[in-house]
């Protein structure tokens, strides 16, 4: 980002789409992702839930040991609930057909926004338009990390009231914006060192893509992703 607050862009993809490698890659990694969901299911939750029963009878047994025994129960209830809840974002959904931002909006809606907590009035815009573009795997992939892994910083950090998620298109291509209206971001001390939006970055160049992220401490903070054409790119 430049000082005064403008876009600050990663480099300009080389070429429009993702090759053939690129694609191995990011299946590659989705389905590390879901090594990952596996183990939690099958490793991490079932001592979960015997750790909670064990607690639980203990409570019955012991009627003494109850007050005692509040905190650790819900200590396990959390991490059952932190479990679940990455299980939901490490695994891709299972029908892509209406598009990533059809597919987005669900998963945010049914788990990041549903907390009570989460007082965010979202917007979609030109999000039928979306679904009846012909994407990409590679490009379905990233705009739908890239949106989710955006909307769940904008719930975490930027103490937004409004968002807007919206689709795009023009002679140059196509793009996809994540606009709130919240503290803004703190370019130096935040953006390079963001475990989210470098995997952000990441996503985009692997599937030939250009990431772009304004921050304003007045104007909260843009976030875009999009598809350009060679001959809109600057020389």
Known sequence: MTPNGDFASDQAPERLGAEP????????????RQTIVGELHDDLLPYLFA??????SL?????????????PAQWIDQAREIARRIMSGAALPSDFSSGPLVAAK??????????????LSVQWVNLDA?????????QTIAVYRIVCEAVR???RHAGATELVVSWQTNENGWTVSIHDNGVGL??????????????MRERA????????????????????VGQVTMASQPE
């Open 21 to 32: 490698d690129d694609l191995q890659r990011m299946r590659a990694f989705e389905a590390e």
């Open 51 to 56: 750790a909670a029963g064990s607690l639980a």
């Open 59 to 71: 409570q019955r047994q012991h009627p003494e040991l109850e007050s005692k025994l509040v905190q």
């Open 106 to 119: 669900e998963f945010l809606e049914s788990v990041v926004l549903k907390s009570n907590d989460a007082k």
């Open 130 to 138: 979306s679904a009846d573009f012909d994407w990409q795997e590679t």
């Open 153 to 155: 910083n904008v719930v």
């Open 186 to 199: 703190d370019w130096q001390t935040v953006a390079k060192s963001s475990h989210g939006i470098t995997l």
């Open 205 to 224: 160049a692997a599937a030939g893509l250009r990431l772009q992220i304004g921050a304003g401490q007045t104007e909260g903070t843009e976030v875009t």
